[in-house]
């Protein structure tokens, strides 16, 4: 692996796609209700974006090998950890890993102080508030990831729905309104979903560390149900875009990406082994990719024909 690979999946640039597509569908929005469109503070817009879920994703590994979650996930024969795992093995040291880390941040600043110099001070809020959360999600004092009452799983609905959508379509329009609200609800809810079931992949080491996420607190069956639900809620809030006009009628078809996902779903016992939620990660993943380019082809085209 050359160092460009290394860095890329220890930021786990893959998983872009969760953040790029929400600030999308805000400018987008923009462009199909009210006609306008700045590409150069969208490209800006999307590049801090972009910085900022690298950031996130680094500094969640960095704190959950500080807090002992990588190393119990080693040590748990049943877990699959999501973590690049290159602080546990010792690929990387945790003082490069650190300025890599706080590269980005000062990067995603750096994008959110040029676009609120043309749109304003909510601009440069939105970011902050998302760099707290991302910072603070396995960070002490807080460490909210770690309590299990639902504050991580509205904190990756703020942080992947509502910010990010209501953040880019006040870039483009300096405006707030209900409809970006409620466009950052089908995407928010089905990237919650991609996060909170990959929790079980590793909840038994979470368990270990102290992690106390949903799946540890209610156990397999529970948290199966609420995951069931969560994906149901998502589809519906897709539904509601449309009857409110947020989205063209066409967005529906994003509605059929669920197929694939329930279908997992039906294959899942009370209690499975960790590797038997592989297929409900990779199907969540695709989900969420899949519904909201469709979603952000249906505001493109609603755009165009305006």
Same mark, same amino acid.
């Given at each position: ?70 190393? $119990? ?33 000062? =990067? $995603? ?18 970011? $902050? ?109 897709? $539904? ?5 006009? =947020? ?60």
């Amino acid at each position: 692996m050359n160092t460009w690979h290394m860095w890329m999946k220890a930021s786990r640039s893959r998983v872009l796609p969760v953040m790029i597509i929400p600030v999308a569908l805000g400018a987008l929005g923009a462009c199909a209700w009210n006609g306008t469109f700045r590409p150069i503070l969208f490209l800006v817009t999307l590049l801090g974006a972009a910085c900022a879920h690298l950031f996130s994703n680094m500094i969640n590994d960095l704190w959950d090998f500080r807090n002992g979650v990588d190393v $119990a996930a080693k040590e748990t024969a049943a877990a699959i950890s999501t973590n690049s795992g290159f602080l546990a093995g010792g690929t990387i040291s945790e003082k490069a890993f650190g300025w890599a880390t706080w590269t980005f941040f000062f =990067a $995603a600043a750096a994008c959110g102080v040029a676009v609120s110099l043309y749109s304003g001070f909510w601009a440069i809020a939105f970011g $902050a508030l998302g760099g707290l959360i991302a910072y603070f999600y396995v960070a002490p004092p807080i460490k909210f990831g770690y309590r299990g009452k639902g504050y991580s799983e509205i904190a990756i609905l703020l942080s992947f729905g509502i910010l990010p959508v209501m953040g880019a379509y006040y870039v483009q329009t300096q405006q707030f309104g209900y409809r970006p609200f409620l466009l950052s609800l089908p995407i928010g809810l089905l990237t919650t979903l991609i996060l909170f079931n990959h929790h079980f992949l590793h909840w038994e080491a979470d368990k270990r560390a102290g992690k106390r996420t949903l799946v540890v607190v209610w156990g397999e069956r529970r948290a199966l149900v609420f995951s069931r639900w969560l994906a149901i809620l998502s589809y519906a809030s897709l $539904a509601v875009c449309v009857a409110v006009q =947020a989205l063209p009628w066409y967005a529906l078809f994003a509605a059929a990406t669920a197929v694939p996902l329930f279908r997992v779903y039906g294959t899942l016992r009370n209690e499975n082994e960790s590797r038997a939620y592989l297929p409900l990660m990779g199907a969540s993943l695709k989900a969420s990719v899949r519904s909201g380019a469709i979603m952000a082809l249906a505001l493109l085209l609603q755009g165009l024909i305006r």
